[in-house]
């Protein structure tokens, strides 16, 4: 078996195929304190690419509440408890070494999905989830954990529940791809896009088995496997809106809550990201660290990254995002200047950024949060594409807008 190297667990892992990784890789970063689960994001694909006859089960984008929700119904409790079954008490992190960027968050010492498969009969470990389970994609919405007390502060609620958005991750070591006997999935080296020759593929279903994030779907009207496409020809630049230029998915590009912001990452041939420093997702991911994985542990290297939930109790988070959390939520809380700049560059445009620059501007307040006093200016950050060329420009304070008091138009 292979070995590779992944700098989410901070180590080299087994894994089917030696090569892989893409030249440039499809990723995103999601700011989960923002969202507010209004589905725009789950009906623009929805609507997009899964309303044919077949399809009626699959949501490619999802937005689910935790802790109980989940679609299909507790897919990451059930790999979860495999994993443990398989390595009891051995799913640990040592976050004593850390290396910024080979081993960001420590060393995971436990073992991936690939390294508790027998290799013989599964090359990933995985289960297929019963119809019954993707039927509910919304069961448990806004189902909190208990009632709050009144009076409650940040940083941990005594009830609290969030959203999480989710759709394929495109990882950097796919596990749809290590599964399937046919060799019908491949990753596009062009924008690390995994996508399922649908002419290969004969439905055996190993991948939906594999994907512990269960985003490989079955489609029983065709006998295949179908899965989340990134929105490739949005991605090649070939919808006219931005003139040949790369272009941001359906679901981003929809998000009401500007939670969302998606980008183009350079990678090396051993999967690490090659320094880009004004990229805004190499410094959100890379440099600053306030993005992180979601389960890291599995093992496939996924490349949408996360925010976490200020409010939810630590242990929790560090469970689904790796120890990573407790200095990301920090940064979050009391953001540097630059953080605050960047973070509004979500959904300021419907074209990919590739890098970007803060012009500094005048003091605008003085806040105190959680007991630090710091000064608020109102910075501009301005967003290029791949060609260098200015795309959008936003401040950090937002506009006011005073609507005149008598409107004269749009009047029935
Ligand atoms: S999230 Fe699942 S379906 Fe998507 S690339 Fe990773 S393993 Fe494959
Ligand atoms: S569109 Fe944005 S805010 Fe709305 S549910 Fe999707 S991710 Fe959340």
Known sequence: MPKVYNWHLGREMDYRFAGGPAKRQFAAVFNINRCIACQTCTMACKSTWTFSPGQELMWWNNVE????????????????????????????????????????????????????????????TGYIPPEEDWKAPNIFEDTATNYPKQGVELPEHSGWFFYLQRLCNHCTYPACLAACPRNAIYKREEDGIVLIDEGRCRGYRKCVEACPYKKSMYRPSTRTSEKCIGCYPRVEGSDPLTNGLPMETRCMAGCIGKIRLQGLIQAGADGQWIEDRQNPLYYLVQVEKVALPLYPQFGTQPNIYYIPPRWVPRDYLRQMFGPGVDDAIAKYTNPSRELLAVLQLFRATQEIIFSYKVEPGPKTSEITVAGVKREIYNDTVIGYDSNGKEIVRVHVDEPLIERPAQVTMNTI
Do not use: S
């Open 65 to 124: 509440t935790k802790p109980y929700g989940g679609y299909p119904q507790h897919w990451d409790v059930n790999i979860l408890e495999m994993q443990e079954k398989a390595n009891p008490g051995g799913q640990v992190w040592n976050a004593t070494q850390k290396d910024p960027r080979t081993a960001p968050y420590g060393t995971f010492e436990g073992k991936t999905i690939f390294e508790t498969a027998d290799q013989i009969n599964n090359m990933v």
